[in-house]
RNA sequence: GCGGGGAUGGCCCAGCGGUACGGCGGCAGCCUGCUAAGCUGUUUCUCGAAUGAGAGCGAGGGUUCGAAUCCCUCUCCCCGCGCCA
């Protein structure tokens, strides 16, 4: 959440920063009115519960004395009648207060593109030599400011769906039947496939500086709350029946609830922690896009990248999760570029985010395969993760990135990588060691 | 799941109905040539321009003029027992 201290402050910044974002600033009017009725009330708390304290004392020395309390009593309950009432109508301002101010958005950096659908997407870079059909080539220089490297096909990629079928490397009917759609069973060589991604990427990670956590699947709602907004809650993530605990919907979150209420020494920043982790998520409102295949799927395998770090150094940080991402996706050897995601497009905890968007050959298009975003404090005053300096506790600031979606990062292999006949795919080179395997044939 | 013991400021710990003791660490200052030691003050949150006031003893209720302390409910941790891949 943001700094409550701060929007009293200098309330035209939040104001600026929410218009820019398509947020209802009258959402900050209601902020204002609360506050105001929160603090007069809370003046008026505090001067009774003042003179009741007197009066307790003036009752304990009576009592030693000798001296008669009755009256003292009475009077005593008159106050505590009205500071009941007062602390019942208090409680319900911070309540609504409290679900107020968590809707407002993080301050955006000044860099970030101000827009309202994702048009305004700043591409920052592109990289690599994509394989690009002939009616797609146009898609791809407009995606690329013109500059893109590619090679030219006569022959139209399959899709991951036909491919996966095929090759027979994915179930989608029966994991319908039983699941439900955008489910899948993953079979043979893919499975192996998705764990030389994890293993992969982990290591990638841990050479830098990462320490590798397996979180918890689940979380309980303090801690969801924390780490997460509301839209995340309402569209995507699955609740237990009955239990206090919610399936998460990426490892960012329970890793940044790992350290939720605790107090870092300054040398112990930055903090580097990759996590693994399934990701369960509703996809709410995502009807009739990519219906078939793994491409959007309510269960995944992802390994993330997120950093706890001192406050002045958090837009270098945002830098480096990005390289990593990005380095990733060059040891690979898939085409992707980059983009400086506009305010309209970000989430609520992010002030920045790059996306990288990996080609796609058979879709003809750039998709999303990583996000990477800086925090800055929201999500540590959420929390309540600070670090010590000798003026005081200040909260730390989260950054978070993918390093491998494995689903998404599989159809990028898949489309990018199948041979021109169809008879099957061949694995990046730097996989080979994990997968023991380099070409997925058909039968 | 059953029994027993716990949860107090950054950390350790006392208090067990009269308004949170002491230590360590941190910070500021004093003091010796430097360091160590020693001495003094300070150390959480909220409101307030400020003198200041309020809150805070795992969480939430209750009893009382007054609750860290007594009562009830819950959470988590430790030690046994049970169950278990």
Redesign the pocket.
Known sequence: MID??YL?EKPEIFYSSSKARGFDTTTLDKFFDLDRE??EN??K???L?????????S??EA?KNGGD?QA??EE??GL?SNIDSLEERQ?IIETEREVIVRTIPNLLHDSVPVCKGDENNVVVRHWGVASVFRDDVDEYLNSTGKTGQYTLLDWKPQSHVDLMQKLDLADLERAGRSAGSRFFYLKNRLVKLELALANYAVDFLSERGFNVVEPPYMLNYRAMAGATDMDTFKDTLYKIEGEDLYLISTSEHPIAAMYMDE?FEESSLPLRIAGLSPCFRKEAGAHGKDTKGIFRVHQFTKIEQFIFCHPDHSWDFLEEILGNAEAIFQSLKIPYRVVNVCSGELGNLAAKKFDIEAWFPAQGKFREVVSASNDTDYQARSLGIRF?T????RFVHTLNSTAIATTRVMVAIMENFQANDGSGIKIPEALVPYTGFDFIPGN
């Open positions: 409550i201290k009293r929160w603090r809370l003046k708390i505090n001067d519960k003042h003179r009741k304290n007197q009066i307790t004392a009752i304990s009592m309390i003292l009593k005593v309950k505590n409680k107090i010590r000798k003026d005081g506790n």
